[in-house]
């Protein structure tokens, strides 16, 4: 008893000293309050305009490209830029909220009497802070970033510290990793910590049983041990137990070690009932089959400014009461002690006693630096750091399951402050499952945001793509968000993980057939692009070609036909190619010529006479044609010519006719003459033969007819029979030929008594 009122009175003296310092100090901490609240403010306008302006700079450059993509009537892009403006509203929305939240906080601290803000910001992240009207707990998106560092696999420990208010937590966390300004401390009145920080670096453990390591924000590859975090509680007292209750849940849940900072030797019922939180935390924890026995990690009960007596403080703390021989309200008293004792045993995996020296023999000095703690002091903390690595080396679990990674721990604090929030209770495999549903869901979002940006990347111009190109781009966006899935959804339920999967696939099929069907209408525009030109090309081909001077020989002809084909050859691949031509990132280009192949645009010059052969074979029918028209002109200047000719010759053989013919009438003229001439010598010598033969005796004839009418020599014989006939032969009725007369004949003509003159013509006797 002696001893326990000596402690009390060492403890009153020593709460009085410590009043005498606050009180020495407010002057000076009031006037750090309003300059660090003045910095405060200017820094937190300048972070929100420089947000705004990013995010609305960034905003603008989205409108820009929803803008383009509307021109370009792709609208799928269109829409896609729209969202991403409504995703970066969203996000300068956020941050115009947290910047108000960390002025209204700033605001608070500097109106608090005695808040100070130590020179030089705070380094630690806000991790959990609960709102001060209604409690709800909340996850700040800061140590989020910080947690995020940690890579998926990677064990991820928690060392958290609470206790009662103003009692140096803070302090003691800093001389924990190593570092002054970890932490913020000040020796007023007001409290530091509000809700939960977490450490603005993570450190190995090797680094932490080095006296806390350096500061780094980079995290090595995974290894087996586990990286740790260290997490600075709000001091309990300030607000209601509930508070304090809600608040300690959830980082008990998912802290390897808990350390509980105490001033002094403690008075057990005070100490149990301040570690009565832990008890309710530990009632608010269960599993489908009830409580769950060590819900918690390892428990240090950290007796501060105490040098030794470790062991004896826990058997007092501890031990078990025997209240058999205690009066009622005594046995009532030491049994809700033991209750406490005996769930704070099952409820931690250990419970472990460790005392402190004071750090320095001048406490009136406020917050010490690190390098001016006792030599005692420093070798407490060592203790205490392997006592605790002890503890870190091997991974925590929640729900029977390893956290690792960053962004594990975050989600399941997240889900603890959501369970908690929604039903006051935690049951970690349905906070698990909730998470791990949670997580997918966001993976899922997260792959469909790469599927969409790879399909961006790959299909965003306006260049078409091969079938084969894009069926072989849609597979590898498939393949890769669907791997990149499975990877960060390691470790979660495979059922879970295999529905979300599913739904990722079906998500993004209907993706992949709009961006197919796009690139069938490119390639079908393109085509259509590219029979256009070839047309054109074609025919300014026929059209120069009918401007040759036809007819041509045909080596000419296909000289010439070969220079024409040749020339627009050259610049249709110019055109064709270019509308398949992309500059490469290393400022060269390259020609899809499976693209052209695909469309039947293979750049060859056999394609392009294939092409132009209808004109080809059009300029051969002319040529021919021509040739043909030449050789018919030439046949009738010839036949023209002949004609004149033979025309020349008629009327030479006209001449000649005529000639001929007034010969022939001059010939008949005189043939005319000479019968004439004949006729009237013969009627001469008729005359002449009658007058000799009157002169001969008259009268009768020859006898008998005469000769036979007429001489021989006349073409026929003597007429008659008889002699002379009585009379001149000549005379009627007597003489030659009996009453015939005679006449000249032409050459060639019949005469009586049948034949022809002769050529010269002759005298023959007519009946």
């Not at 892009?77 to 509203?89: F, Q, S």
């Not at 609960?130 to 140590?143: I, M, N, S, T, Y």
């Not at 409820?347 to 005392?355: D, P, V, Y």
């Not at 979300?500 to 709009?514: G, M, N, Q, W």
Request: negative net charge.
């Amino acid at each position: 008893m002696k001893s326990s009122m000596l402690e009390c009175e060492r403890a009153g003296a020593e709460a009085k000293q410590a009043h005498e310092t606050v009180t020495s100090l407010e002057g000076q901490a009031d006037f750090d309050a309003q300059q660090a609240w003045k910095e405060t403010i200017r820094r937190t306008q300048e972070l929100n305009a420089s947000a705004e302006a990013q995010i609305m700079g960034e905003a603008q450059k989205e409108l820009a490209r929803a803008v383009e993509g509307a021109g370009k009537h792709d609208i799928e892009a269109a829409e896609k830029a729209a969202r991403n403006v409504g995703e970066l509203v969203k996000e300068a929305e956020s941050r115009k909220v947290e910047a108000q939240t960390y002025l209204e906080q700033a605001t608070f601290c500097a109106q608090a009497p005695h808040a100070v803000v130590m020179p030089g910001s705070p380094t630690a992240k806000n991790w959990v802070i609960a709102d001060q009207k209604c409690g709800v707990l909340r996850v700040k998106h800061e140590a989020c970033q910080l947690l995020n560092t940690v890579p998926a696999g990677q064990p991820l420990n928690i060392v958290t510290i609470l206790g009662a208010a103003r009692r140096g937590k803070s302090f003691l966390m800093n001389a924990l990793t190593g570092h002054d300004d970890l932490f913020p401390v000040s020796p007023n009145v007001a409290p530091c910590t509000a809700g939960a920080d977490i450490s603005p670096f993570l450190a190995s453990l090797s680094d932490f049983e080095r006296a806390g390591g350096s500061q780094t924000s980079h995290i090595p590859p995974v290894t087996p041990k586990p990286t740790i975090a260290f997490v600075d509680m709000e001091g309990q007292g300030d607000k209601s137990n509930e508070h304090g209750v809600r608040l300690a849940t959830t980082f008990l849940v998912v802290s390897k070690v808990v350390i509980y900072n105490w001033m002094f030797l403690p008075n057990k019922t005070t100490m149990l009932q301040d570690l009565l939180v832990m008890v309710k935390a530990a009632e608010k924890v269960v599993n489908g089959e009830g409580k769950r026995e060590h819900a918690f990690g390892h428990l240090i009960i950290l007796l501060r400014d105490v040098t030794g007596r470790a062991a004896e403080t826990e058997a007092f703390v501890m031990g078990i009461e025997d209240t058999e021989d205690l009066s009622f309200e005594a046995a009532k008293d030491g049994a809700e002690r033991n209750l406490i004792r005996t769930t704070l045993k099952k409820a931690f995996e250990s419970i472990t006693f460790h005392t402190m020296p004071s750090p320095h023999a001048n406490i009136e000095r406020g917050a010490v630096p690190l390098s001016a703690v006792t030599p005692e002091f420093s070798a407490s903390l060592g203790q205490l750091r392997r006592i605790i690595a002890g503890y870190l080396a091997s991974s925590h679990t929640f729900a029977k399951k390893e956290i690792a990674g960053g962004q594990r721990m975050n989600d399941i604090v997240g889900g603890l402050c959501k369970s908690i929030n929604e039903t006051g209770k935690i049951c970690p495999p349905s906070v698990l499952e909730a998470i791990d549903i949670a997580r997918v869901d966001q993976e899922v979002q997260r792959a469909l945001v790469e599927f969409d940006k790879m399909l961006g990347s790959t299909f965003g111009g306006h260049f078409a793509l091969s079938t084969l190109e894009t069926n072989t781009a849609l597979d590898e966006a498939r393949k890769h968000v669907l791997q990149q899935f499975s990877v960060a959804s390691e470790g979660i339920s495979v059922g879970i993980v295999e529905d979300a999967k599913k739904e990722l696939e079906d998500r993004v099929s209907p993706k992949a057939e709009v961006v197919s069907r796009n690139q069938e209408s490119k390639r079908h525009e393109l085509k259509s692009r590219m029979r256009a030109i070839a047309c054109g090309h074609e025919a300014n081909v026929a059209e120069k070609a009918r401007a040759f001077s036809l007819p041509l020989d045909q080596n000419v002809l296909e000289d010439q036909w070969n220079q024409l084909v040749a020339s627009h050859f050259g610049e249709l691949e110019l055109d064709i190619k270019s509308l398949v031509t992309e500059n490469t990132p290393t400022g060269g280009e390259f020609v899809r010529t499976d693209l052209l192949n695909e469309l039947g645009w293979a750049d060859t010059r056999k394609d392009f006479n294939d092409l132009v052969k209808g004109a080809h074979l059009s300029l051969q029918e002319l040529n021919r044609a021509a040739a043909a028209g030449k050789d018919d002109r030439e046949a009738r200047e010839k036949a023209e010519q002949k004609t004149a000719e033979l025309a020349e010759q008629a009327e030479t053989f006209k001449k000649e006719v005529q000639v001929a013919l007034d010969e022939a009438k001059e010939a008949k003229a005189a043939a005319a003459e000479a019968q004439a001439s004949a006729a009237r010598e013969s009627q001469s010598q008729s005359s002449a033969l009658m007058m000799m033969l009157a002169m001969m005796g008259g009268g009768g004839g020859f006898g008998g007819g005469g000769m036979g009418g007429g001489t021989p020599a006349m073409g026929g014989g003597y007429p008659g029979t008889g002699g002379m006939g009585g009379g001149s032969p000549y005379m009627a009725g007597g003489g030659y030929g009996g009453g015939s007369t005679l006449t000249f004949y032409p050459g060639g003509q019949f005469v009586p008594g049948g034949g022809r003159s002769p050529a010269g013509g002759g005298y023959f006797y007519r009946q």
